[in-house]
Protein backbone atom coordinates (compact mmCIF):
# COMPACT_ATOMS: atom_id res chain seq x y z
CA UNK A 1 0.00 0.00 0.00
CA UNK A 2 1.07 3.64 -0.36
CA UNK A 3 -0.34 6.21 1.72
CA UNK A 4 0.17 10.02 0.19
CA UNK A 5 0.14 12.84 3.08
CA UNK A 6 1.83 15.23 4.92
CA UNK A 7 3.60 14.54 8.24
CA UNK A 8 1.67 17.30 10.47
CA UNK A 9 -1.49 16.27 8.64
CA UNK A 10 -3.89 15.05 11.41
CA UNK A 11 -5.81 13.16 8.87
CA UNK A 12 -2.61 11.16 7.27
CA UNK A 13 -1.61 10.76 11.13
CA UNK A 14 -4.87 8.88 11.75
CA UNK A 15 -4.23 6.46 9.11
CA UNK A 16 -0.38 5.89 10.04
CA UNK A 17 -2.12 5.01 13.92
CA UNK A 18 -4.08 2.43 12.00
CA UNK A 19 -2.20 0.89 9.14
CA UNK A 20 0.66 0.47 12.04
CA UNK A 21 -1.96 -1.14 14.72
CA UNK A 22 -3.10 -3.56 12.50
CA UNK A 23 0.25 -4.30 11.79
CA UNK A 24 0.42 -3.09 7.93
CA UNK A 25 3.34 -2.64 5.89
CA UNK A 26 3.06 0.70 3.37
CA UNK A 27 4.86 3.41 1.83
CA UNK A 28 4.45 6.89 2.49
CA UNK A 29 4.58 9.73 -0.68
CA UNK A 30 5.04 12.96 0.88
CA UNK A 31 2.70 15.73 -0.14
CA UNK A 32 3.89 18.95 0.77
CA UNK A 33 1.18 21.23 2.13
CA UNK A 34 3.07 23.95 2.66
CA UNK A 35 4.55 24.06 -1.46
CA UNK A 36 0.90 23.44 -2.40
CA UNK A 37 1.72 19.96 -3.99
CA UNK A 38 -1.93 19.22 -2.89
CA UNK A 39 -2.82 20.80 -6.04
CA UNK A 40 -0.98 19.98 -8.80
CA UNK A 41 -2.02 18.12 -11.91
CA UNK A 42 -0.53 14.90 -10.96
CA UNK A 43 -1.65 14.67 -7.38
CA UNK A 44 -5.48 15.69 -8.33
CA UNK A 45 -5.03 12.84 -10.77
CA UNK A 46 -5.32 10.68 -7.57
CA UNK A 47 -7.83 12.72 -5.52
CA UNK A 48 -10.04 15.33 -7.18
CA UNK A 49 -10.32 17.41 -4.10
CA UNK A 50 -6.45 17.99 -3.18
CA UNK A 51 -6.45 16.73 0.01
CA UNK A 52 -4.54 14.34 2.07
CA UNK A 53 -4.22 11.23 2.44
CA UNK A 54 -5.29 9.16 0.00
CA UNK A 55 -4.21 5.47 0.05
CA UNK A 56 -3.68 3.18 -2.53
CA UNK A 57 -4.38 -0.41 -1.76
CA UNK A 58 -2.04 -3.15 -3.01
CA UNK A 59 -4.82 -4.08 -5.79
CA UNK A 60 -4.36 -0.62 -7.15
CA UNK A 61 -7.73 1.35 -5.96
CA UNK A 62 -7.43 4.88 -4.64
CA UNK A 63 -9.19 5.54 -1.34
CA UNK A 64 -10.05 9.46 0.10
CA UNK A 65 -11.25 10.80 3.15
CA UNK A 66 -9.56 8.99 6.42
CA UNK A 67 -12.71 8.30 8.03
CA UNK A 68 -14.18 6.20 4.74
CA UNK A 69 -9.88 4.65 4.72
CA UNK A 70 -10.34 3.78 8.25
CA UNK A 71 -13.70 1.70 7.89
CA UNK A 72 -12.54 0.23 4.93
CA UNK A 73 -8.88 -1.00 6.97
CA UNK A 74 -11.12 -1.98 9.69
CA UNK A 75 -13.66 -3.97 7.58
CA UNK A 76 -10.19 -5.64 5.32
CA UNK A 77 -8.06 -6.41 8.37
CA UNK A 78 -10.52 -6.77 11.11
CA UNK A 79 -7.12 -7.98 13.74
CA UNK A 80 -6.90 -6.05 15.70
CA UNK A 81 -10.04 -5.13 15.94
CA UNK A 82 -10.55 -0.84 16.59
CA UNK A 83 -14.35 -0.81 17.14
CA UNK A 84 -16.31 -2.55 19.92
CA UNK A 85 -18.52 -5.78 19.01
CA UNK A 86 -21.45 -4.70 20.95
CA UNK A 87 -24.01 -1.94 18.38
CA UNK A 88 -24.34 0.62 20.97
CA UNK A 89 -20.71 0.19 22.45
CA UNK A 90 -19.56 0.98 18.67
CA UNK A 91 -21.85 3.41 17.95
CA UNK A 92 -20.79 5.63 21.26
CA UNK A 93 -17.02 5.31 19.88
CA UNK A 94 -18.25 6.66 16.46
CA UNK A 95 -19.40 9.64 17.95
CA UNK A 96 -16.17 10.32 19.93
CA UNK A 97 -14.53 9.83 16.71
CA UNK A 98 -17.25 11.96 14.17
CA UNK A 99 -16.67 14.87 17.06
CA UNK A 100 -13.27 15.07 16.21
CA UNK A 101 -13.36 14.16 12.39
CA UNK A 102 -16.58 16.72 11.61
CA UNK A 103 -16.80 19.43 14.62
CA UNK A 104 -13.34 20.09 15.22
CA UNK A 105 -10.53 19.34 12.98
CA UNK A 106 -12.46 20.52 9.71
CA UNK A 107 -12.71 24.06 10.79
CA UNK A 108 -9.27 24.01 12.58
CA UNK A 109 -7.12 22.92 9.37
CA UNK A 110 -4.31 24.60 7.34
CA UNK A 111 -7.07 25.68 4.11
CA UNK A 112 -9.45 26.85 6.78
CA UNK A 113 -6.76 28.89 8.72
CA UNK A 114 -5.49 30.78 5.67
CA UNK A 115 -8.99 31.34 4.88
CA UNK A 116 -9.54 33.33 8.05
CA UNK A 117 -6.32 35.10 7.92
CA UNK A 118 -5.83 36.27 4.82
CA UNK A 119 -9.61 36.45 2.94
CA UNK A 120 -11.14 37.69 6.58
CA UNK A 121 -8.19 39.68 7.11
CA UNK A 122 -7.81 38.34 10.80
CA UNK A 123 -4.40 38.27 10.61
CA UNK A 124 -2.08 35.62 12.64
CA UNK A 125 -3.64 36.82 15.93
CA UNK A 126 -7.27 36.02 14.58
CA UNK A 127 -6.08 32.60 13.17
CA UNK A 128 -5.05 31.64 15.94
CA UNK A 129 -8.14 32.72 18.30
CA UNK A 130 -10.37 31.19 15.73
CA UNK A 131 -8.05 27.45 16.41
CA UNK A 132 -8.27 27.90 20.27
CA UNK A 133 -11.34 28.82 20.64
CA UNK A 134 -12.66 25.45 18.46
CA UNK A 135 -10.05 23.55 19.37
CA UNK A 136 -11.45 24.22 22.92
CA UNK A 137 -14.84 23.85 22.60
CA UNK A 138 -14.52 20.50 20.86
CA UNK A 139 -12.04 18.91 23.80
CA UNK A 140 -14.53 20.73 26.49
CA UNK A 141 -17.54 18.21 25.10
CA UNK A 142 -15.05 15.24 24.46
CA UNK A 143 -13.64 15.62 28.57
CA UNK A 144 -16.96 15.40 29.79
CA UNK A 145 -18.00 12.40 27.80
CA UNK A 146 -14.51 10.48 28.37
CA UNK A 147 -13.95 11.53 31.89
CA UNK A 148 -17.00 9.17 32.80
CA UNK A 149 -15.72 5.71 31.31
CA UNK A 150 -13.09 3.83 32.88
CA UNK A 151 -9.83 2.46 31.33
CA UNK A 152 -6.65 3.62 30.33
CA UNK A 153 -8.02 4.53 26.88
CA UNK A 154 -10.92 6.24 25.72
CA UNK A 155 -13.12 2.98 25.46
CA UNK A 156 -11.78 0.82 28.24
CA UNK A 157 -8.56 -0.75 28.14
CA UNK A 158 -7.86 -1.31 24.58
CA UNK A 159 -7.67 1.09 21.89
CA UNK A 160 -10.69 1.77 19.25
CA UNK A 161 -10.77 4.23 16.36
CA UNK A 162 -11.67 7.22 19.04
CA UNK A 163 -7.81 6.57 20.08
CA UNK A 164 -6.72 7.30 16.37
CA UNK A 165 -8.83 10.26 15.59
CA UNK A 166 -7.98 12.19 19.24
CA UNK A 167 -4.02 11.46 19.51
CA UNK A 168 -3.30 13.45 15.98
CA UNK A 169 -5.91 16.23 17.34
CA UNK A 170 -4.34 17.08 20.46
CA UNK A 171 -0.67 16.94 19.01
CA UNK A 172 -2.11 20.15 16.53
CA UNK A 173 -3.56 21.70 19.87
CA UNK A 174 -0.29 21.21 21.92
CA UNK A 175 1.96 22.46 18.43
CA UNK A 176 -0.61 25.33 18.44
CA UNK A 177 -0.17 26.32 21.65
CA UNK A 178 -3.95 25.42 23.14
CA UNK A 179 -3.94 25.40 26.77
CA UNK A 180 -4.91 21.63 27.76
CA UNK A 181 -4.97 21.64 31.32
CA UNK A 182 -8.42 21.55 31.68
CA UNK A 183 -8.54 18.24 30.09
CA UNK A 184 -6.85 16.16 32.00
CA UNK A 185 -8.51 12.79 31.07
CA UNK A 186 -7.72 13.78 27.68
CA UNK A 187 -4.14 14.48 28.47
CA UNK A 188 -3.79 10.95 30.17
CA UNK A 189 -5.18 9.33 27.32
CA UNK A 190 -2.46 11.31 25.08
CA UNK A 191 0.21 9.70 27.67
CA UNK A 192 -1.14 6.95 27.58
CA UNK A 193 -1.41 5.80 23.88
CA UNK A 194 2.26 7.79 23.00
CA UNK A 195 3.87 4.64 24.62
CA UNK A 196 2.66 2.14 22.53
CA UNK A 197 4.92 1.61 19.48
CA UNK A 198 2.16 1.88 16.97
CA UNK A 199 1.56 5.70 18.08
CA UNK A 200 5.39 6.38 18.93
CA UNK A 201 5.83 5.46 14.96
CA UNK A 202 2.82 7.22 13.38
CA UNK A 203 4.25 10.75 15.72
CA UNK A 204 5.09 13.60 12.72
CA UNK A 205 9.02 14.45 13.69
CA UNK A 206 9.08 10.61 13.11
CA UNK A 207 7.60 10.90 9.71
CA UNK A 208 9.23 13.91 8.68
CA UNK A 209 10.82 13.11 5.13
CA UNK A 210 14.46 13.73 4.69
CA UNK A 211 15.25 17.45 3.06
Known sequence: MELYGYYRSSAAYRVRIALNLKRLTYEQVAINLLQNEQQSEVYRLINP???????????DNILTQSPAILEWLEESYPEPPLLPQNALDKAKVRSWCFQVACDI???????????????????????????????????????????????????????????????????????????????????????????????????????????
Not at 49 to 59: A, E
Not at 123 to 134: D, I, P, R, S
Request: glycine share 6%.
Open 105 to 211: HPICNLRILNYVKDNLNAGEEGKTAWLHHWMSEGFRALELQLKTERGVYCFGDWVTLADVYLIPQVFNALRFGVDMEAYPRIMSIYQACNELAAFERAQPERNKPAS
Open 49 to 59: QGLVPSLKTDD
